[in-house]
């Protein structure tokens, strides 16, 4: 098959056409497969953003993302031809601008058109911000088979690559369960208190001891991050973190997971795709870890390790928007992938195993199935039944939103044949 036929079906549920060039750079370095991969994703003006976290960072394999506008064919404006010659300039500079780019980066192109060629592209246009689709590419041509989750604006703080390989390479429990993908690693985070002082990385603590100082205390300097969005992280239980001592090598589940929980983590790279329906900001991460977590993989907290993030100034005008679409789309998206996971565990005789505990948990908290959930002592089929009868006219609907459309064709058949 050819390269560019494999990759549109690969993703085909991008919302904007989106032209991939896998490896456009590729890393000289050698890469273990047992290795952690930094996966993310940048736009093109945040490459001193990038470049900051490659130099920082510097001990393992990176595969991004990076999204650059295409002029549209039929432009007759060559202002936008000359911005994109220009962002993949700058590109090419950025990878030169340090040997750590050779050693450790691979860079995948994702080009998508713009929509409106009278317009320069910014961070609030470049191709609607498919930023799940961004994240599928680097997770896909990463060359290890764990990755981490990250968001380029975070400073690796720790050594919590060093952790997690010292845990593959033993006969752990929970090596075994990164292994075989029904565990995942949360990185807690935080943030600055006052954005001036989250601007440099150079100043952010190294330490989780140093951390613990500037967290706590009648006036602290860091905070969990969002704070103000409480459902995005706190789950990962930010009293507890601080309370563990340094160098506890202390490792605990996450035992109030919720679905706005939105972590840094690390995991197999074999876990559920990110839906690529969700474009922009609010609930395209949480979508991703929702699937993830429903799919019967469990947090676990990494107590010695941290994140930071990097102050910068957001579009709020456009993440208001963006929210507010994405808001609708995972409402809906939470009862179809509850659909969809029931039922697979149901017909690979899962369902009172404890692969399923996790979507058992998650579905008896959304209305349309809780009763569904509830009947499961049943023959499912007949609670299928009852419930599907009910939406008849979101059948057809939903099957063409399926990522897994098979598996919605399977409990049409089942239900009315």
């Not at 090598?249 to 706005?260: C, L, M």
């Not at 979507?359 to 009852?386: D, G, H, M």
């Amino acid at each position: 098959m050819h390269e560019e036929t494999f990759l549109s079906k690969a993703f085909a549920h991008a919302l904007h056409p989106t032209e991939l060039i896998p490896f456009y750079y590729k890393a000289t370095g050698k890469v273990d497969p047992d290795d952690v991969t930094i996966t993310t994703l940048v736009t093109s003006n945040r490459f001193k953003v990038f470049k900051e976290l490659v130099e920082r960072y510097q001990v393992g394999p990176i595969s991004v993302t990076i999204h650059i506008p295409l002029p549209p064919t039929d432009s007759a404006d060559s202002s936008s031809t000359h911005q994109f010659i220009a962002a993949i300039k700058a590109l090419d500079a950025l990878y030169a601008s340090s040997p750590h780019f050779s050693t450790y980066v691979d860079v995948h192109l994702a080009l998508t058109p713009m929509p409106d060629a009278s317009r320069p592209p910014s961070e609030s246009t470049e191709g609607g911000r498919q930023f799940n689709v961004w994240r599928n590419v680097a997770r896909l041509f990463a060359r290890t088979d764990f990755v981490m989750m990250l968001d380029v604006d975070f400073a690796v703080c720790t050594d919590w690559r060093g952790d997690v390989r010292q845990a593959l390479a033993r006969p752990t429990a929970l090596g075994a369960r990164l292994r075989n993908g029904t565990a995942a690693l949360v990185v807690p985070v935080f943030e600055y208190t006052r954005q001036e002082d989250g601007v440099a990385q150079g100043t952010f603590p190294q330490d989780k001891e140093s951390l613990v100082r500037l967290a706590t205390g009648l006036r602290p300097k860091l905070a969990m991050f969002h704070a103000s969005w409480a459902p995005g992280h706190n789950s990962t239980d930010y009293k507890r973190y601080l309370a563990l001592p340094p160098g506890s090598h202390e490792v605990y589940e996450v035992t109030t997971y919720q679905s706005a929980y939105e972590p840094y983590v690390i995991m197999s790279k074999r876990v559920p795709w990110c839906d690529e329906r969700f474009t922009g900001y609010g609930a395209n991460k949480a979508a991703c870890l929702f699937e993830v977590y429903l799919s019967g993989v469990s947090y676990y907290v990494l107590a010695d390790h941290f994140l930071i993030h990097q102050s910068h100034k957001y579009e709020e005008e456009a993440r208001r928007e963006e929210r507010k679409y994405n808001r609708k789309l995972y409402a809906d998206f939470k009862e179809e992938a509850c659909l969809r996971y029931l039922y697979r565990f149901h017909t690979a005789g899962l369902l009172d195993t404890p692969i399923a505990r996790n979507a058992i948990e998650q579905c008896t908290r959304i209305k349309t199935v809780e009763r569904l959930a509830s009947e499961v002592s049943r023959p499912l089929y007949s609670a299928f039944s009852v419930w599907a009868h009910k939406r008849l006219s979101c059948w057809e609907s939903y099957c063409n939103r399926l990522s897994d459309f098979k598996s919605c064709q399977s409990i049409v058949h089942v239900l009315y044949n």
